[in-house]
């Protein structure tokens, strides 16, 4: 998936728009992402404002793709507010035909850099976070292009409630083990895992997502990693 901050605090480095949006897709650009669309030009003092209820559970997912985890997550949950990053012009138009064709109302979007709205939040207003499968930046010259750093999981922990669970899946073994390395070095999180079940197993309800399926396709194993904040 896309993701956005590298060793520039606010850096994006991956491409912005791939081929031509269909019309339906173009039109629900103009229409339907106006509405869930976050205003960043201030600070979220109520995030749970921007959602119907009022929610007291906020989530969030950098990078969503083409929203297929983002969508089920949402769709299945409709108490909890779900936030998603992704700059990809044609990831969020996928992600908007979806929130058209469920009716979700429980979703708002910023279609940019992740760092943006992680630093726009108050402090201790998420209870989950998820990277899924993010650019993996394999060349070692491009490395502190990775959205996974310490800086980065000192600025997720400032927005996440104590026990609220980050989630990480890859099926890149070297960035899994540069995240691994990061969080267990991390004075924000714990990393509870006893067994190797523990992150070769889906998430439970996991709905998947193309980047998995493809990885699978390829002969790549998955690892799911669950940190909490302490």
């Known amino acids: 998936m896309s993701e956005t901050i590298g060793r520039r605090e606010s850096a994006f480095f991956g491409r912005r728009k791939g081929k031509a949006l269909r019309a339906h897709q173009a039109g629900l650009m103009e229409t339907l992402l106006p509405t869930v669309q976050v205003d960043l030009s201030a600070p979220l003092s109520d995030p749970a404002a921007l959602f119907p209820g009022h929610p007291a559970d906020l989530r969030l997912e950098v990078g969503f793709g083409g929203g297929e985890h983002l969508a089920a997550d949402a769709s299945a949950h409709p108490e909890r507010g779900y936030f998603g990053c992704e700059p990809f012009v044609n990831g969020v138009a996928k992600l908007m035909a979806q929130v058209e064709t469920r009716d979700l109302r429980n979703l708002r979007v910023h279609p940019g850099d992740a760092g943006e709205l992680i630093d726009a939040l108050p402090d201790a207003s998420l209870s989950g976070v998820c990277i899924l499968y993010p650019d993996p930046w394999p060349k070692r010259r491009h490395r502190e292009r990775r959205f996974v750093s310490d800086r980065m999981l000192s600025r997720l922990a400032r927005v996440m409630r104590s026990g609220a669970e980050l989630r990480f899946a890859s099926d890149i073994d070297d960035y899994v083990g ?20 523990d992150w070769l197993t889906p998430y439970p309800d996991w709905p998947g997502t193309r980047y998995e399926a493809k990885a699978l396709r390829e002969g790549r194993r998955p690892v799911y990693l669950t940190f909490i904040r302490r």
């Open 178 to 197: 540069w995240t691994l390395a990061r969080a267990l070095r991390s004075p924000d999180f714990l990393w509870p895992a006893k067994a190797e079940s």
